[in-house]
């Protein structure tokens, strides 16, 4: 039998591979794996890390033992046909629109044919954003949803009605909550038109949170939380975690036994958030694949002749534990927790989640615990919250319908905000001064003036959005980025690892040594000094305890400079001064 090629028919096929969610997973399970094929309009229709229910044919193909003989294997291959696939989920948030480029003609169903039966979601509503509701005496259930979210939206207390119901089992907390929620409802992804660099650059509207704090804080909590109503969304663990797992691997298609790219995490939560608990049990080589995702929200791959840029517009939150297992207030939080600044840095809002003793807030933390155990029903529940489905079809139809503008009062303040920030590091006493704030923290304050305009469903940024704004970036930069030397707030702590106080001590320190080793010169000592006489004799100079970690920095410093070198191991060393003629 012989092929005719222009007398032919052909038409495009898709494999799929279908993984059951984890929530629907049994206990003790692995979840199961099975091939679907799309035929015609349904070939690209879905996108690795969509939630889909698919209705289709179950199939079964026998397999040769052999391509060249006739005898088949007692195990059949196993396959669904696609008639119709669905996108979503009730419970969830859905994904960014932005992240879609025919998101304007893309039907939220589809079946054979091409046809959409999902006429609630292409049709225009019937409201505006400012609530005007057209008389229709046959209004579906989709309409007067979305009547009941803009009533909701029109409360005054909107901002606290939505943060008291982001995850209410935990107890306070309530900053850490606004600022998820507004991580939630993101800024506004925009490009550049015109401008350099073929189409000018692209700033991103995800905003990334960290959570630091001492164990038992509830951060896993409203890690899991978060997860389960976030679109897209991929729970993993620093540990657990691998480059490779990440980002993209190889594989080899068994089909057509070529080589081909599957998806990691970050790139199947493109368009929804990605939770990281455990953030500083990383390796360093899995911590180097965020540094781009977090800010240019790409994922570049160059594996075996595959040389390509994936799409990770991801918001990720994060949830790290401190080095000593307690937070130690009198350390900087770089030392406190073991991650590089560079990272630390792209974080938006980065807060502290301490546990303090309060004989009251113990009291109510425990009466709290306690009502949850007793019946089975906190506290909360008494309280004016806003149940979880209203809560992901709010920020859905938020993220689907808001897109706000910077009105020019709102940039004024912006612009106001973001140089009071950087007079913060004014200091009358000394000529230096210290750095409050980058533009990074310009930008952040720009997304969460529009997160907080998005989650008033106003199409345009006002004045009190970027004052709120501004005073959860003061508040995350006082707990975060206070130099405990000093009290103030210096934003070196997170850029560089070390501020400004500090940097002055290890100058301080490297001249004293350099004296010490001049002075044993000049009293006729050629072998240099040990170790520990050196760290003692500046520890009996000194009005400040010398540590013995910066004790070793400086040293280090010094030997990198080529100005004395280190003889010996461990108690035998000996520093000698490097006499240059």
């Known amino acids: 039998m012989n092929l005719i090629h222009n007398r032919s028919e052909f038409a495009d096929r898709q494999i799929i591979r279908l993984q059951e969610t984890p929530d629907a997973v049994p206990d003790g399970q692995t979840p199961h794996t099975v091939s679907i094929a799309a035929y015609d309009e349904l070939v690209d229709y879905v ?99 979305e009547e009941e979210l803009v009533r909701i939206s029109q409360r005054p ?78 729970y993993t663990s620093g540990k657990g975690s691998s480059a490779v797992g990440l980002t993209a691997y190889i594989t080899r298609d068994p089909d057509s036994k070529q080589l081909v790219l599957e998806s990691g995490a970050l790139v199947l939560s493109d368009g ?3 939770c990281i608990d455990e ?77 303090k003793i309060d004989e009251t807030l113990d009291r109510k933390l425990a009466e709290h615990l306690v009502s949850m155990y007793l019946e089975d029903r906190p506290q909360t529940v008494g309280r004016d919250i806003l149940e979880p489905e209203k809560l992901t079809a709010y920020v859905t139809y938020a993220r689907t319908k808001i ?69 959860l970036m003061r508040e995350a930069l006082r707990m975060s980025a206070t130099d405990p030397n000093t009290g103030l707030i210096d934003l070196d702590l997170i850029n560089t690892g070390a501020g400004q106080q500090e940097r002055r001590l290890r100058g301080d320190l490297k001249r004293e040594i350099m004296n010490l080793l001049e002075a044993m010169s000049t009293s006729g000592g050629r072998g240099g000094i040990r170790w520990t006489e050196a760290a003692k004799q500046l520890q009996t100079q000194s009005s400040v305890r010398v540590d013995a970690a910066e004790f070793t920095e400086a040293v280090k410093a010094l030997e990198s400079e080529g100005l004395v070198k280190v003889v010996g191991e461990r108690d035998k060393r000996v520093i000698r001064k490097i006499i240059t003629e």
Request: aromatic share 6%; proline share 5%; glycine share 8%.
């Open 47 to 145: 996108k690795p890390g969509d939630r889909v229910t698919i209705t289709g044919i179950y199939r079964s193909i026998p397999v040769r033992v052999n391509p060249r003989q006739r005898t088949i294997r007692a195990l059949f291959k196993t396959y669904v046909d696609v008639v119709h696939i669905k996108h979503g989920d009730d419970r969830r948030m859905g994904y960014h629109q932005d992240t879609r480029t025919d998101s304007a003609s893309h039907p939220v169903s589809l079946g054979v044919g091409g046809e959409a039966d999902d006429s609630e979601h292409n049709r225009n509503p019937l409201l505006t954003v400012e609530g005007a509701v057209l008389d229709d005496p046959n209004r579906t259930r989709q309409q007067a949803l």
């Open 403 to 471: 897109h706000p503008q910077i009105s020019q009062e709102a940039a004024d303040e912006l612009v106001a905000c973001y140089v009071d920030l950087r007079n913060m590091g004014e200091d009358a006493r000394t000529q230096t001064r210290r750095i409050t704030a980058t533009p990074r923290q310009l930008e952040s304050l720009i997304r969460l003036s529009e997160a907080h305009a998005r989650m008033r469903f106003s199409g345009e940024v006002r004045l009190e959005d970027v004052q709120e704004a501004n005073r």
């Open 157 to 234: 207390d909107i901002y606290d009605f939505l943060s008291r119901s982001v995850a209410p089992s935990i107890w306070e907390m309530e900053d850490v909550k606004k600022g998820i929620l507004l991580q939630m409802f993101g800024g506004t992804n925009k490009s550049v038109a015109k401008g350099g660099g073929g189409g000018g650059p692209r700033y991103r509207g995800d905003i990334n949170v960290l959570l630091v704090g001492d164990p038992g804080t509830s951060k896993s909590q409203i890690l899991q939380y978060v997860h389960k109503i976030s679109p897209r969304g991929v």
């Open 279 to 355: 953030f500083d049990k990383m390796s360093d080589a899995t911590r180097s694949v965020l540094h781009e995702v977090m800010e240019q929200q790409t994922v570049s791959i160059a594996k075996a002749g595959i040389i390509t840029t994936l799409n990770a517009r991801t918001s990720i939150l994060a949830a790290a534990n401190p080095v000593a297992s307690r937070y130690n207030v009198n350390w900087p939080i770089t030392r406190n927790i073991d991650l590089p600044p560079t990272l630390i840095s792209r974080f938006d809002l980065l807060y502290l989640v301490l546990d």
């Open 272 to 274: 929804g958030t990605c």
